[in-house]
């Protein structure tokens, strides 16, 4: 019912920027909860950010806050995250997803579609 698409990932130096794309379609945008999460080799995926249907309510991890921006255009459908001042440990896939839960809730449990995740590097 729902596909999402990721795009923008890219191979950058550490205190570069990326901005990273999710296209949705199939089911209500607008009305959904959208989150970044992303995953490293040999790690578990985490949360990244989310934002709520307005786009008036945004969570973001500790490790990304007051670096990167999660942002959202329905009319277009789609979700974007604007990374800035990157570091080697922000290398992952970073994969979007969407669901009906509050942006309280950032468990990758509570989104039950995703897309299939764009790769990021970022090189010392």
């Known amino acids: 019912q729902v596909r999402l698409v990721e795009s923008g990932g890219d191979f950058v130096q550490a205190g570069g920027s990326l901005r990273l794309s999710c296209a949705a379609s199939?089911?209500?945008?607008?009305?959904?909860?959208m989150a970044w999460f992303r995953q490293a080799p040999g790690k578990e995926r985490e949360f990244v950010s989310n934002?709520?249907?307005?786009?008036?309510?945004?969570n973001y991890a500790d490790s990304v806050r007051g670096r990167f921006t999660i942002s959202r255009d329905n009319a277009k459908s789609t979700l974007y995250l604007q990374m800035n001042s990157l570091k080697p440990e922000d290398t992952a896939v970073y994969s979007c997803?969407?669901?009906?839960?509050?942006?309280?809730?950032?468990?990758?449990?509570?989104?039950?579609?995703w897309g299939q995740g764009t790769q990021v590097t970022v090189s010392s």
């Open positions: 199939g089911r209500s945008f607008s009305s959904d909860t």
């Open positions: 934002i709520n249907w307005i786009g008036a309510s945004k």
């Open positions: 997803a969407t669901g009906q839960y509050s942006v309280a809730y950032t468990s990758q449990y509570y989104y039950p579609y």
